[in-house]
């Protein structure tokens, strides 16, 4: 049985910083590309981050050098570390993982968490 479990996120002031983390079993972790997504209320789901097998990255051009995404293989986990936070980074974020390549399209990925909240205030 696959599992995704988000954890962290939480409040944080504008200009703060916050974590969120993924845990994943039931898959080959070294092997999927992983990403974080993002839905405000109201709003369509969008990709924050994402991270290959290997290690190369891609992100929003909204969060660029605000935002890291890393993963430890050997802990099956994969980490967004986020700065210079905004209110409009309020949303629930998600962890999602694709067999694979994949692009920033929800359909590319199988697996998903359940989401971690994350709120900044101004």
């Known amino acids: 049985q696959v599992q995704l479990v988000e954890s962290g996120g939480g409040l944080a002031q504008a200009g703060g910083s916050l974590s969120v983390s993924c845990a994943a079993s039931?898959?080959?972790?070294?092997?999927?590309?992983m990403a974080w997504y993002r839905q405000a209320p109201g709003k369509q789901r969008e990709l924050v981050a994402r991270?290959?097998?290997?290690?190369?990255?891609n992100y929003a051009d909204s969060v660029k050098g605000r935002f890291t995404i890393s993963r430890d293989n050997a802990k099956n986990t994969v980490y967004l570390q986020m700065n210079s936070l905004k209110p409009e980074d309020t949303a629930v974020y998600f962890c999602a993982g694709s067999f694979g390549y994949a692009t920033q399209r929800p359909l590319d990925y199988t697996y998903w968490g359940q989401g971690t909240q994350v709120t900044v205030s101004s």
């Open positions: 039931g898959i080959i972790f070294s092997i999927y590309t």
């Open positions: 991270i290959s097998g290997r290690g190369s990255t």
